[in-house]
């Protein structure tokens, strides 16, 4: 069951599709409206966990932490970072007492959860929130309903569960034809190429620079023969340049966002001064997403939509000012680019709002306005995955999880904050491979490949300042090749559990603790998680460990992919001591339960969806099959299939 309560009044954020009926009186939290916000407590048990809140940074359990909702470009990430690129504000709290609550605001919002051991949740909303509180028999009961709420996850096609490469840096044909090769010829699988900001002309969204990339076009459809699909960004601002089509159009239509004085805000980007599309009118989304037809044109299929937190290095305010990102600090800390936010509105249905109070949509309204734009250009699914994110725009695109590092601890974080982010709807997420800033090891890269293999997204990803991080760059490259080609022979079973779970609202990551509720032990557990019904996933997370422990709940069936093959290995419940090398990957098969494995391929239109093997001591597996592309994604597309 789920209730809405009203404190104050917000624009509407489109999370909530699902009718849902005001309740009387707001229940577990004492709550209340204070200023032009709201404030809200509840006391937790000594073992209640706390699940959910999406994107952020700490553990599956988010007990112990602060977490503000205020979408940020910092690329600084560490377990203090309070705010990433998103605003994931559900929380699922577990224990005597279980229920769901979603803090539906698009400002900023405050998230104490027990942080100094006070035993409460405190929450702070600066401007008005509409709580959602959600009952339900157990997690995967209330997730579910949750779940159905915000309506159906963004669904991809087939080959955006493909592995892809990306680096910032790639700058002309030659350069993305190297990365081909490179793939091909180390015999590694890939199935897309991102192209970042260089392929633009001077970071002009909606071109190209002729003289990197002379035919795009032909260029885009000979990658493709060869298996490999094109991927560009795209950025949130529009580089003011009187006599861009584009441009103009903005201008005469007055679809930007506006100023103090109330003319078009200027704020400075990857292009230079920029005015920011207003994405909150729909007129506005409509005309930008109509611009990806620019992109359709020359056959692309797959977008990544970047700095639309969005990101600002200066602003016509703070030009100069201390803080501001070109002045002095390279990262800026807040300050100036804090008073940007404070510097420009939006319109809403004729109603001029500060974007103060709405910062935490604009991301999501951009993914919106591209989806919808992609959806009237594209007659099949297409690939999007967006920055900067807020509930509901899980219907629209995915999400990668921005600027991390090539850490243990980034690694560490990429895993526990998936079954978070499926709380949130965000199936199909994932974080950069290897991490964006940094130098990443060897090591560090094969164990982190390890993890993406399960990740929907599963992109290695990094900036132009670090090493290159392109698999087949690493000494031992059989090693890589081995753990790359296990994301194709698991790729029936990944895509079945993702499309499964976009359409019965479900999730597709889930702590241990959701399946096997009344064992004590596996609450605990923050490094493992059960991805979709069948598997139990235990990566290695640690630098220089060749061995970890692995508690199971049950009796399972070990497997290990060594590169060749395929081992199968009954195990006890219990504790265990498992020794994993890096070329290897092992997972863990519960009982009773089948996993559909292919013969893999170069690419996912190598792979045989139909002809697949099931591994596992179950009978049966039902898998979903299509062309991957068809929209109609519904459960006839399910088959039953037997050992
Ligand atoms: O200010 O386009 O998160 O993935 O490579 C940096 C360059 C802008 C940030 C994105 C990152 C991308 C980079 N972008």
Partial sequence: ?????????????????APVKEGECLPYFSGKAEGEGARFSYPLQKGDIVYGLGETMRGINKRGGRYVSFNSDNPRHNDDMPSLYASHNFLLIDGEVRFGAFFDTPARAVFDIDLNGSGKIDVKCERGVTVYIVEGASCNDIARQFLSAIGRSYLPPL???????????????????????????????????????DYMDRYIDFTVNKKRFPDMKGFVQRMKKRGIRLVPIVDA??????????????????????????????????????????????EARDWFGRQYKFYTDLGFEGFWNDMNEPAIFFSEYSKGKKGSRFSGDPLYKGGAALSDYKSFSHDVD??????????????????????????????????????????????????????????????????TMLPGLNLCGFLYSGADTGGFGGNCSRELLLRWLALSCFTPLMRDHTTIFTRRQECYRYAGKQDFKAVLSFRYRILPYLYSEYMKAAIASDLLFRPLAFAYPTDERAKAVEDELLFGESILIAPVMEKGAKV?????????????????????????????????????????IRKGKCVSVSSGGRNTSEVDMKNVTLLGDGKEYTQYLDDGFTRDCTSKNLRVITK
């Fill in 237 to 282: 601002g529009i580089k003011i340049e009187p006599g861009n089509a584009v441009f103009d159009e903005g201008v005469e239509k007055g679809y930007y966002c506006k100023n103090l004085e109330g003319k078009n805000f200027s704020a400075a980007v990857w292009p230079g001064l920029t005015h920011f599309p207003d994405f909150l009118k729909k």
């Fill in 548 to 588: 970890r422990k692995v508690y199971l709940p049950e009796d399972m069936t070990e497997v290990r992919w060594n590169g060749k093959m395929f081992t199968e290995t009954p195990v006890q419940k219990g504790e265990h001591f498992v020794k994993v090398p890096l070329n290897e990957v092992v997972f863990y």
């Fill in 159 to 197: 080959w955006a569960f493909g592995f892809g490469q990306s680096r910032w840096g790639y700058k002309c044909e030659k350069d993305v034809i190297k990365v081909a090769d490179g793939y091909e010829k180390a015999g590694m699988p890939l199935d897309y190429i991102c192209l970042d900001i």
């Fill in 1 to 17: 069951m789920i209730e809405k309560f009203s404190f104050g009044t917000h624009v509407e954020t489109g999370a909530v599709v």
């Fill in 350 to 415: 004729g109603t001029e709002v500060p974007h103060w109070d709405v910062h935490n949509i604009f991301g999501a309204k951009m993914t919106e306005a591209s989806s919808e734009g992609l959806e009237k250009l594209l007659p099949t699914r297409f690939l999007l995955f967006s920055r900067s994110s807020y509930i509901g725009a899980h219907r629209y695109g995915g999400i990668w999880t921005g600027d991390n590092n090539s850490s243990w601890l980034m690694l560490r974080r990429n895993f």
